[in-house]
């Protein structure tokens, strides 16, 4: 289908607050033709172009998740399960993952972390049509210290000259950007505290300055609070996770987060589904810790984006919505939400032609049942997705 008028209750050409009732959009050869109501559309496109009229549903920019590992399994140990599969049947799983956040209408995946290039290759197959899936943006290995969070995924560093051919080796793959594991994480056994640096300052700038000479952004897994500071200091683009711990605890720094914002570095928080069993185990007095501190973030002005950490335990692929609506229970209005999914993920991941639904831009959009604006968990029920134009959900 090279073209079509697809016709709708609600078109939201996006950002969120952009919208045309009874409105419609023309797909010409994979990119958006035109957006207006659909009485004039469907007056002014030829009658041979084929209609999807959608009635009771709404049409809106397809969906990004800005934090997935498609190598990983959601399993329990996720380390095993990369570390020893075979590289045949990874890369079928990987593929089989793509499709079901694809399925779940996320048109775009940033991938932060696998191993062996295998990311690349889907994206490949992907952009060439042999394989069914989001457009990937891909970090390949994440830059790790020995030892440290994700050395298991092949990217161990200990010298500047290492940082470096990592860097040129992840570049000369065909990696987008360059994921660096600024602190300690959870998932790796014996690795530093989640709160700790593995990088020091001087170090996280030589891998801003190194991956811009590749032409690559930087993408940091950062929980310390002074790791965070650290990151953002260096020239980083996005902090994962940035949940502000040290070894007493948590400890928001508000000039930290005036950085953040000046600097103008989005924040993917990084909640999978699941979200209300992960607040059950933290109980109720750090969870409203939590939902606190990212209130404050959201009041200082800082610019979040959606990310799930699919593939790492609990946090399913395609189990997407469940993540926006985890900032709707901290009282996010249904358009910030909306924005986070499509125009500032975009805007984050530096991509110029995704996000919003005007003329020129590719044609990634979603079809659902009913209105997410007044009700989100309708983004559940796809009716179509539509990527560079092509239809892959019915
Ligand atoms: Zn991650």
Redesign the pocket.
């Known amino acids: 289908m090279n073209e079509v008028l697809i016709t709708a209750d609600l078109v939201i050409a996006g950002p969120a607050n952009q919208l045309t009732v009874d409105g419609a959009v023309l797909i010409e050869s994979g990119v958006v033709a035109a957006v207006g109501t659909a009485a004039e559309l469907e007056a002014s496109v030829d009658t041979q172009v084929p209609r999807l009229r959608c009635p009771g549903a709404t049409v809106l920019p397809g969906m990004m998740d800005c934090?997935?590992?498609l190598a990983f399994d959601a399993g329990s140990d996720p380390v095993s399960a990369v570390t020893n599969a075979d590289p045949g049947e990874l890369s079928t799983a990987m593929a089989k993952r793509a499709q079901q956040l694809l399925a779940a209408g996320v048109t775009t995946v940033r991938d932060?972390?696998d191993r062996d290039g295998l990311t690349v290759a889907l994206r490949s197959s992907i952009d060439s049509g042999a394989t069914l899936g989001p457009r990937i943006v891909a970090a390949t290995a994440p830059l790790t210290s020995h030892g440290g969070h994700c050395g298991f995924l092949g990217g161990e560093v200990t010298t500047d000259d290492d940082i470096r051919a990592q860097i040129a080796h992840n570049a000369a793959i065909g990696a987008d950007v360059i994921k660096v594991m600024a602190s300690g994480?959870a998932l790796t056994p014996n690795g530093p505290r989640m709160w700790e640096a593995q990088f020091t300052p001087r170090q996280l700038r030589l891998i801003v300055d190194e991956a811009a000479l590749h032409g690559l952004g930087v993408a940091a897994?950062a929980h310390g609070t002074e790791t965070i500071g650290h990151c953002v200091a260096a020239g980083v683009r996005t902090i994962?996770?940035c949940s502000w711990r040290t070894a007493e605890g948590i400890v928001y720094d508000p000039t930290i987060t005036q950085q953040i914002v000046d600097n103008n570095v989005s924040v993917c928080r990084?909640v999978s589904g699941d979200w209300q069993l992960f607040l059950e185990q933290m109980g109720p007095e750090r969870a409203k810790a939590m939902a606190a501190l990212i209130q404050e973030m959201r009041g200082a002005g800082v610019q979040f984006i959606a990310g799930t950490?699919a593939?790492?335990p609990g946090a399913r692929f395609g189990d997407y919505v469940g993540m926006l609506e985890f900032f709707s229970s901290l009282g996010f209005e249904h358009t910030e939400i909306l924005d986070m999914a499509t125009v500032n993920a975009a805007r984050a991941l530096g991509l110029d032609d995704v996000g919003v639904l005007v003329p020129g831009m590719r044609a990634d959009l979603v079809v659902v049942d009913g209105n997410p604006l007044t009700e989100l968990g309708v983004l559940r029920q796809i009716r179509h997705v539509f990527t560079a134009g092509r239809l892959v959900t019915r």
Do not use: A, M
């Open positions: 934090h997935v590992h932060l972390g994480g897994h994962e996770h990084c950490d593939g790492v």
